[in-house]
């Protein structure tokens, strides 16, 4: 993944980069116009824009990019607080928006959020062992056949695919199904597992449990 950091600080913009740069590529630039030529040039998977940049306003730079039908997100980086100025930056296409000073930790979640978004938008088809899910009609298969899941099995399994053999916590799981039924408890969460593991070991997948700790998806040999 490719980042554009257009941050004039020098002491900030060095920070951000130290910190991304351990897992994307990033370019650091510190004008607008910079900003944009590097643009035109090369491909970015994500934007982090200033708004007070020395030779022109970063609203402009937002203007000039979405103009040219470049879709990439933009996190927006100010210190202006005033509401009309978020408001200009999101109606303009901004994706996110963080007022400084902020915490880095909180930087580095938004950053992975929207590059997620980005993955997602790349291919919308997870796939391990057999079965494929299609991230935009939310529809399993395996050996080309439908899966049959309820609503909750699909979400929980969408969690796990979407981790990629990463560990989930019941309360991560419970998040990925609140849509459906609020009132559902962590306890729930064992039952969708326990059926899902069931309908997904002939088809090269079991759901692993690491006690107190969540599940994570892998393939079986």
């Known amino acids: 993944m490719r980042i554009l950091l257009i941050e004039d600080n020098l002491h900030l913009g060095a920070g951000l980069k130290k910190l991304l740069d351990s897992t994307y590529a990033v370019d650091h630039l510190t004008t607008g116009e910079d900003g944009l030529a590097a643009t035109r040039s090369q491909p970015y998977d994500l934007v ?11 609203l402009q730079v937002l203007r000039e990019i979405r103009g040219r039908r470049q879709t990439m997100p933009v996190l927006i980086l100010t210190a202006r607080d005033e509401l009309d100025d978020r408001i200009a930056g999101l109606d303009l296409g901004a994706d996110d928006y963080m007022t400084k000073p902020f915490e880095f930790s909180e930087l580095e979640a938004r950053v992975r959020a929207l590059l997620r978004r980005v993955s997602m938008e790349k291919t919308s088809l997870l796939q391990m062992g057999q079965v494929v ?3 935009r009609s939310s529809t399993v298969t395996a050996r080309d056949e439908p899966l049959d899941l309820s609503a909750r099995e699909t979400m929980v399994l ?3 695919m979407m981790a990629n053999g990463r560990l989930l916590s019941k309360s991560q799981l419970l998040d990925s199904i ?3 039924d609020d009132d559902v408890s962590e306890n729930a969460i064992e039952q969708y597992v326990s059926r899902l593991r ?7 997948l079991t759901i692993n449990a690491a006690r107190g700790l969540g599940y994570h998806l892998s393939e079986t040999s």
């Open 48 to 58: 982090i824009l200033d708004l007070s940049l020395p030779d022109t306003d970063g």
């Open 158 to 160: 969408r969690a796990l």
């Open 133 to 135: 899910f299609d991230l």
């Open 198 to 204: 069931r309908k997904l070991t002939s088809h090269g």
């Open 178 to 180: 609140t849509r459906f």
